[in-house]
């Protein structure tokens, strides 16, 4: 059974189930059919069916348009207007006869204090109805959430295990060894570090601000590997990073960006990357030329960029700010993050 398949089971079979509550609890379920007859079976049923349509107009509009919407008072109002409507309709149709003899428990009779606006037969049905709409949407959104999570970090660590880097990074350490370089063992010894902290660290909420800031740098050396000289590239931190936290890779896509499309082998290029702490917060600027002529703006970083607001309004919502913009020729990131 596929999952469209079964939602709408689901739907008529709670639907049924709700609508059968005021043929099984009515006094005259002894009558048979001929119960569709009777003035106050009508009325309780008619009144349920219009809470069936409150439930369905709470779920997808009242509750994620307005209440989740921040217009709570329009919420208020939107719930008021449809109670009234409920017990006016249904009364101005089938009248106010709540003045006869009934069961105390009785759903199609009122019981004697009725009044038009407060009347218990329906008040509490009414407030189950909407409770029960807003345990599911909640329920729902929460399910939505943990989705959106999941498929974000995902994306981020599918996008930090770069194939490319990896690919160049060999490259690069096999030139140093067929040199016989002194650097070829620490860059063995930097990829291994950044390898194990893709796998180990990002599993983590939030790590050491250090931690995250000494990745940065192996990555960056690691990237200096296949750089020449016409690339000028600079990386400053400013400020302490102990006793402060992040969340894993969430700076490294803006620099990584800057490394992907900002060399051009033809022309002088140009990174800056700095890291500025105060206090609680983070601001990290990363700037670098643009080499987008061989780049088809389909394939650009978007998606990356995508994926990593994804991140920062999952983590840090409210507590971050992402300036991005294209000067000229040059790509220009601003972001500034409440650290915790």
């Given amino acids: 059974m596929s999952n469209t398949t079964r939602f709408w089971l689901i739907n008529f079979l709670g639907c049924l189930a709700f609508l059968s509550i005021p043929i099984f609890s009515s006094p005259d379920f002894g009558e048979g059919w001929n119960l569709i ?27 994620p348009r307005l209440y989740f919407g921040n217009r709570k008072l329009l919420f208020a109002l939107g719930l008021l207007v449809a109670y009234t409507a409920v017990t006016g309709l249904t ?35 009414f407030l189950l109805v909407v409770a029960l709409a807003f345990l599911i949407k909640i329920n ?14 995902v994306s981020y660590l599918k996008a930090q295990i770069n194939p490319h880097f990896l690919f160049n990074t060999l490259n690069s350490l096999y030139a140093l060894t067929l040199q016989k370089s002194n650097e070829a063992p620490n860059a063995v010894l930097k990829l291994s570090g950044i390898m194990r902290y893709v796998v180990t660290e990002s599993s983590q909420d939030f790590v050491a601000l250090d931690k995250e800031i000494n990745y940065i740098k192996d990555y960056i050396e690691l990237q200096k590997l296949r750089l020449d000289e016409s690339v000028l590239l600079t990386f400053d931190v400013y400020g302490s990073a102990t006793g402060k936290a992040i969340a894993p890779l969430i700076l490294i896509p803006f620099i990584e960006n800057a490394f992907k499309y900002g060399i051009n ?76």
């Fill in 91 to 125: 009364d101005v149709i089938f009248g106010n006869n709540y003045n006869m003899p009934m069961p105390k428990h009785d759903f199609n009779h009122a019981p004697p204090n009725h009044s038009f606006f407060f009347d218990s037969q329906i008040f509490i049905p």
């Fill in 140 to 153: 729902a959104r929460l399910a939505d959430l943990h989705d959106e999570k999941l498929n974000a970090e």
């Fill in 265 to 340: 082998p033809d022309e002088d290029s140009f990174i800056k990357i700095t890291l500025s702490i105060a206090h609680q917060s983070l601001e990290m600027r990363v700037q670098n030329s643009m080499a987008a002529t061989e780049i088809d703006e389909e394939f650009k970083t978007e998606e990356g960029l995508k994926n990593t607001q994804k991140r920062l309004e999952l983590i840090y919502s409210g507590n971050y700010d992402l300036v991005v913009n294209e000067t000229g020729k040059i790509y220009d990131v601003n972001l500034k993050i409440q650290l915790v």
């Fill in 37 to 63: 007859y009777i003035v106050p079976f009508q009325k309780t049923f008619v009144r349920f069916a219009l809470l069936l349509g409150l439930f369905y107009a709470s779920y997808y509009y009242f509750i």
